[in-house]
């Protein structure tokens, strides 16, 4: 009876550690921390943008265009982000790139970059961006994400 219950309480611990590992590979990292800055990521469907937001920057909207959109923040405690320059590419699993050509958005202390993306229909794409950060120093940062249409 002791193995059958030291067996089923293993079973029981080994389905928790696989159910916590199943969550935490469910969460999509959104930043990197370089020293006292902060570089926050996202990539978005340009459908999300409102048509007057998107017709006073001239931001094309269409079911199969993105925005990256990338900010850099004092960290801990920023909350606006910091002028910096950004250059990058989007590379898809054929190892196809494409180069990432960000605009900056200045909305009142805020500065953040988007760039225009054009994308097929469920293409994953690795992202990576240099980020000169505002003390001069260069970073990479490179993350992947699964894009659909709306």
Same mark, same amino acid.
């Given at each position: ?80 982000? &910091?002028?910096? =320059?950004?250059?990058? !590419?989007? /590379? ?6 494409? *180069?990432?050509?960000?605009? @900056? ?11 225009? &993306?054009?994308? =097929?229909?469920?293409? !994953?794409? /690795? ?6 950060? *505002?003390?001069?120093?260069? @970073? ?11």
């Amino acid at each position: 009876m002791k193995r059958i219950l030291t067996a089923v309480t293993a079973a029981a611990l080994l389905m928790w550690a696989i159910s916590a590992a199943a969550q935490e590979a469910k969460i999509i990292k959104s930043h990197d921390d370089f020293g006292n800055y902060r570089v926050i990521y996202t990539v978005f469907n340009s459908e999300f943008i409102k048509p007057e937001i998107a017709q006073s920057y001239r931001l094309v909207r269409a079911g199969d265009r993105a925005f990256v959109n990338v900010t850099v923040v004092e960290h801990p405690e920023g909350k606006h982000g &910091l002028g910096s =320059e950004l250059t990058g !590419t989007a /590379t898809n699993l054929m190892q196809q790139a494409r *180069p990432l050509k960000f605009m @900056e958005i200045r909305e009142g202390d805020a500065v953040y970059y988007l760039a225009p &993306l054009r994308f =097929e229909d469920e293409e !994953t794409l /690795t992202f990576a961006i240099d980020v000169k950060l *505002p003390n001069g120093q260069t @970073e990479k940062v490179t993350f992947r994400r699964k894009l659909e249409r709306n």
